[in-house]
């Protein structure tokens, strides 16, 4: 279980994001640091991390974001939740924000957009099926088998837990897409993970999934070589990175170690030839693949360009 460190939080609840897949939306973190503690997470690198084992949680974010809101003159037509720190780790404190949070602003009809690679409890899966026509989540998923999840995703759920609640989120008429985000380089790019993955998403009724390739930073090599103990696993994925390039990404403005553009491509294009089968859309991040993608993620939603009240979709309202 981690340690939850109670802090108020200083700065401002609504935040932007320097990548451009969420530019037109505010962005809100309800803690540092995260219980599910993958391996790969570029977030061990930030400053505001606060640590392995350790989650922050911003206990005024409901009382900040109410203060937001009233000084606004028109509302935010949807809020992305989170950059940095799922909503839906195993964390009571967490969750219990969660809740508040997403309740407070779906009942304002504020929309609500998620990525999760935890357990989502039942009165948070009502909350969101009550409130479907302003929803829009994400499940992240690398592979189906529980053994190299438990590796990576040591606090995640389980993949047949996710695929189940997107399953019954679907059945609640939620928009549900996958996000298999890292592709982990020899351990889950080949045929033999991303078929049966793509064919489990495709029975549930996902129709999109949005995807990249890992990339390293100091932070995530450092996790990866402490906690992954399959040492024929983590050498086999080092070692594609044996001629990686540096890469100028536009998430952060920063600079990271990535497999070279061929290689990546070649990956890309495995993918979308499986999904392709399964009538599956395969989306690729520009934002993390400015050398190999023009496109975007859509990691905020696919909302109508025009909604609530006739107004256009917008960053910040004043």
Same mark, same amino acid.
């Given at each position: 279980?981690?340690?939850?460190?109670?802090?108020?939080?200083?700065?401002?609840?609504?935040?932007?994001?320097?990548?451009?897949?969420?530019?037109?939306?505010?962005?809100?973190?309800?803690?540092?640091?995260?219980?599910?503690?993958?391996?790969?997470?570029?977030?061990?690198?930030?400053?505001?991390?606060?640590?392995?084992?350790?989650?922050?949680?911003?206990?005024?974010?409901?009382?900040?974001?109410?203060?937001?809101?009233?000084?606004?003159?028109?509302?935010?037509?949807?809020?992305?939740?989170?950059?940095? @720190?799922?909503?839906?780790?195993?964390?009571?404190e967490v969750l219990n924000m969660t809740y508040d949070v997403f309740k407070f602003l779906l009942e304002s009809e504020i929309g609500v957009a998620f990525v999760t690679k935890g357990r989502i409890p039942e009165r948070h899966c009502n909350l969101l099926a009550a409130h479907a026509p302003l929803v829009q989540g994400r499940i992240g998923l690398i592979t189906l088998d529980p053994a190299t999840a438990a590796a990576?995703?040591?606090?995640?759920?389980?993949?047949?837990?996710?695929?189940?609640?997107?399953?019954?989120?679907?059945?609640?008429?939620?928009?549900?897409?996958?996000?298999?985000?890292?592709?982990?380089?020899?351990?889950?790019?080949?045929?033999?993970?991303?078929?049966?993955?793509?064919?489990?998403?495709?029975?549930?009724?996902?129709?999109?999934?949005?995807? @990249?390739?890992?990339?390293?930073?100091?932070?995530?090599?450092?996790?990866?070589?402490?906690?992954?103990?399959?040492?024929?696993?983590?050498?086999?994925?080092?070692?594609?990175?044996?001629?990686?390039?540096?890469?100028?990404?536009?998430?952060?403005?920063?600079?990271?170690?990535?497999?070279?553009?061929?290689?990546?491509?070649?990956?890309?294009?495995?993918?979308? @030839?499986?999904?392709?089968?399964?009538?599956?859309?395969?989306?690729?991040?520009?934002?993390?693949?400015?050398?190999?993608?023009?496109?975007?993620?859509?990691?905020?939603?696919?909302?109508?360009?025009?909604?609530?009240?006739?107004?256009?979709?917008?960053?910040?309202?004043?």
């Amino acid at each position: 279980m981690a340690e939850v460190i109670l802090v108020e939080r200083k700065s401002a609840v609504l935040t932007p994001s320097s990548l451009a897949c969420l530019a037109h939306v505010p962005t809100v973190n309800l803690a540092a640091g995260c219980a599910h503690e993958c391996r790969y997470c570029y977030a061990r690198g930030y400053l505001t991390h606060p640590g392995e084992g350790r989650v922050a949680l911003y206990t005024n974010t409901l009382v900040k974001l109410r203060e937001e809101l009233r000084r606004k003159r028109k509302k935010p037509t949807t809020v992305y939740f989170s950059p940095s @720190s799922d909503p839906f780790q195993p964390v009571p404190e967490v969750l219990n924000m969660t809740y508040d949070v997403f309740k407070f602003l779906l009942e304002s009809e504020i929309g609500v957009a998620f990525v999760t690679k935890g357990r989502i409890p039942e009165r948070h899966c009502n909350l969101l099926a009550a409130h479907a026509p302003l929803v829009q989540g994400r499940i992240g998923l690398i592979t189906l088998d529980p053994a190299t999840a438990a590796a990576f995703e040591p606090g995640a759920a389980r993949p047949k837990v996710r695929l189940a609640q997107a399953a019954d989120l679907i059945g609640a008429h939620v928009p549900i897409e996958a996000r298999l985000d890292p592709i982990l380089p020899g351990v889950t790019d080949g045929a033999d993970c991303l078929e049966p993955l793509c064919e489990a998403l495709a029975r549930i009724g996902v129709r999109t999934i949005a995807a @990249s390739v890992l990339f390293l930073r100091p932070a995530v090599i450092g996790s990866l070589r402490r906690h992954i103990k399959d040492k024929l696993m983590l050498d086999k994925l080092l070692a594609r990175f044996a001629s990686s390039e540096p890469l100028a990404i536009h998430a952060g403005n920063s600079r990271v170690r990535a497999l070279p553009t061929a290689a990546r491509l070649e990956i890309i294009d495995r993918l979308k @030839s499986i999904a392709k089968r399964y009538g599956l859309e395969v989306l690729v991040c520009a934002c993390k693949n400015p050398d190999i993608s023009r496109g975007s993620c859509h990691i905020s939603g696919r909302w109508p360009p025009v909604t609530r009240g006739g107004s256009q979709l917008g960053l910040f309202p004043s």
